[in-house]
């Protein structure tokens, strides 16, 4: 069984940085950032799978990277979140799959619960 527990979100002016992190448990294949913005359909922003490149959506790329770490059993997902955006608020969900590449929201089988990101103007 995966799990997946998020933190990091918060407030932050626009230009600052944050990191996000994601604890995952259980085998999975495909990880990655997904956010939800009011109002608007939940996007994948950042993807990485074994023996695979991360991929990026558009919008953050150049600005945001995704790195997993290895803790025995544990795995640690990272978003370091750059020059953030006021259109960068949104919630920040941590999501796996244990089959395939990819993470379009559809295909994601296991969620985190999510972690609120807010960016002041």
């Known amino acids: 069984q995966v799990h997946l527990v998020e933190s990091g979100g918060g407030l932050v002016q626009a230009g600052g940085s944050l990191r996000l992190s994601c604890a995952i448990s259980?085998?999975?294949?495909?990880m990655g950032w997904l956010r939800q913005a009011l109002g608007k359909e939940r996007e994948k922003i950042a993807c990485?799978?074994?023996?695979?490149?991360?991929?990026?959506a558009d919008s953050v790329k150049g600005r945001f990277t995704i790195t997993i770490s290895h803790d025995n059993a544990k795995k640690i997902l990272y978003l370091q979140m750059d020059s953030l955006k006021p259109d960068d608020t949104a919630m920040y969900y941590c999501?796996?799959?244990?089959?395939?590449?990819?993470?379009?929201?559809?295909?994601?089988?296991?969620w985190g619960k999510g972690t609120l990101v807010n960016i002041s103007s």
């Open positions: 999501a796996a799959r244990t089959t395939g590449w990819g993470c379009t929201p559809t295909g994601m089988d296991n």
């Open positions: 259980g085998y999975t294949y495909s």
């Open positions: 990485i799978g074994y023996g695979g490149f991360p991929s990026y």
